[in-house]
């Protein structure tokens, strides 16, 4: 081998030794979460409210170069009679019947609305937060959905979800903080799929589970998020958001089929009942796009 063989040898090398460390290093640069938000347009007061969990999720699905178009905390009951909703006055709200309503106390939820990878999709992320215990069975086959209205349908496979929760801890009196408790979805933890979808909308639920799981002091929130597109120009943009808490029956029995609708969805149970609690988002169109 020649001396200029030799040294091209050692700078192919050289630069194999290099290229890991230069990757690590981009894999591992920062993200300045606070600056992808600001310069999205989101609201300083609901960028306050959302947790680490939440930013990196919506930075994973949506990507760095965000285009903020609508949130909402704000919480609705439906009427059982006509199936409007209404805002729900926490006053009114007296215990826990068949089909009741969860009062604003106890649990919230949000709808984030971002547009997507093209001008007529939108990503909405629906999030949940259990102000106080659910209920001794805790989070077990509850579950969350998102409608959209016509003129809009969901794009397949573009699905995300996560849960936290925060375990009381007995012996030491105090909340042990948030982690990862997304093995709680079915029917595939790993994926975060729904468990079931439709041209209006999809759904995710928690598996059940029994046993020493659940203390009555532990507390609960996720986000589920998924993707639709525009098929008619004239849309109006609007999404509904419903999370059904289950109520077993005295045997211990659940289960519940699913209605889909343009902007609704409800949860009918078989056996056992249903504690439901909406949230509705309608939002302007963005410069040059009529929706709304």
């Known amino acids: 081998m020649n001396k200029i063989s030799k040294l091209v040898v050692l700078a192919m090398a050289f630069n194999l030794l290099i290229l890991p460390s230069a990757g690590f290093a981009k894999e591992n640069e920062k993200v300045n979460y606070d600056e992808i938000f600001k310069k999205a347009g989101y609201p300083t ?11 990196e999720m919506i930075i994973r699905e949506s990507g760095n170069n965000l285009k903020f178009i609508s949130t909402k905390t704000e919480e609705y009951e439906q009427n059982p009679s006509t199936g409007e909703l209404i805002k729900i006055d926490p006053d009114k709200i007296k215990g ?9 106390t106890t649990l919230k939820l949000t709808l984030d609305v971002f547009q997507g990878s093209s001008e007529n ?11 106080k215990n659910p209920s001794t069975h805790g989070i077990s086959r509850d579950s969350i959905g998102i409608s959209v209205d016509s003129g809009w349908t969901i794009q397949s496979g573009k699905y995300s979800a996560g849960v936290q929760a925060n375990y009381w801890n007995p012996d030491k009196n105090r909340y042990e903080g948030w982690s990862d408790a997304s093995d709680f979805w079915v029917p595939n933890p790993s994926t975060k799929t729904p468990s079931e979808t439709n041209l209006y909308g999809a759904s995710w639920s928690f598996k059940q589970v029994t046993g020493g799981n659940f203390n009555a002091k532990n507390l609960w929130k996720g986000t589920v998020k998924l993707s639709m597109i525009k098929t008619n120009t004239n849309a109006v943009g609007r999404v509904v958001g419903r999370y059904a808490q289950s109520v077993p029956n005295f045997l211990g029995e659940y289960s519940f089929s699913i209605g889909w609708g343009p902007a609704s969805i409800s949860y009918n149970p078989k056996s056992g009942s249903v ?12 410069p040059g796009h009529n929706e709304g």
């Open 121 to 131: 999709q939108r990503d909405v992320y629906e999030s949940f937060e259990w102000l």
């Open 96 to 104: 826990i019947t068949t089909n009741a309503y969860i009062p604003v």
């Open 275 to 286: 504690n439901t609690h909406d949230i509705d988002l309608t939002w302007s169109s963005l």
């Open 45 to 55: 007061e609901s960028y306050a409210k959302l947790d680490q969990f939440q930013k």
